[in-house]
């Protein structure tokens, strides 16, 4: 069976369509995690074991974040990872002055990855938003419930009500500036 040039490029660029949609959905939304993940899926993803499992919430304590120890929490609507935060909170050990320098450093990374945000105080507290395609960042520094803290939130912008999630919502072509791991 002899194939035509036609037929050849037609393979070839069907082929490149495939390998591209492949590695598109191999790109993570969050750390090493896509949004859809289940949390079985998200568990596998972490190298460390989670210190609290509950059905629509994986924490970790202790997960090393520039050169800090910070928890990281991962939200699910029934099986599906919609959200996930790194927090700092003051404690005994930590002051104010060290949430305040966290959050600092941590709003410096994300310009370097994502630009420069947009910026609102609202009462004590300071919120900076990044949008890609996929995902809304926030960055939350300000004195809260229990005294200071600093947020990076990453909220799913691809998870639809009653939408499949698992990975295969279209994707946008989206490069950050740099790459800045873990942010």
């Known amino acids: 069976m002899k194939f035509s040039l036609f037929d050849r490029i037609l ?29 079985k899926q998200v568990r596998e993803a972490e ?15 202790g997960v090393p974040l520039a050169e800090r120890s910070v928890g990281l929490e ?8 919609l959200s996930a935060s790194y927090y700092y909170y003051t404690t005994a050990s930590v002051t104010k002055d060290d949430v305040m ?15 420069p945000g947009k910026a609102s105080l609202l009462g004590d507290v300071r919120n900076t938003i990044w949008i890609t395609p996929r995902t809304q960042i926030n960055l939350s520094v300000g004195n809260v419930d229990r005294g200071w803290s600093v947020e990076v939130q990453y909220l799913c912008r691809v998870c639809a009500p009653g939408q499949k999630r698992n990975g ?9 500036r740099n790459d800045v791991p873990d942010f």
Not at 47 to 61: A, C, D
Not at 74 to 81: A, C, G, K, Q, R
Not at 168 to 176: D, G, L
């Open 74 to 81: 991962y939200n699910f609507n029934s099986d599906s990872l």
């Open 47 to 61: 190298t460390v074991k989670p210190s609290s499992v509950k059905r629509e919430k994986l924490v970790y304590t």
């Open 11 to 39: 393979w070839i660029v069907l082929l490149s369509f495939t390998v591209g949609i492949l590695r598109a959905q191999e790109t993570a939304d969050f750390r090493k995690v896509r949004w859809g993940f289940n949390p």
């Open 101 to 115: 320098a966290t959050a600092a450093d941590f709003e410096t990374r994300l310009k370097e990855k994502y630009g």
């Open 168 to 176: 295969s919502a279209k994707q946008e072509t989206f490069k950050p």
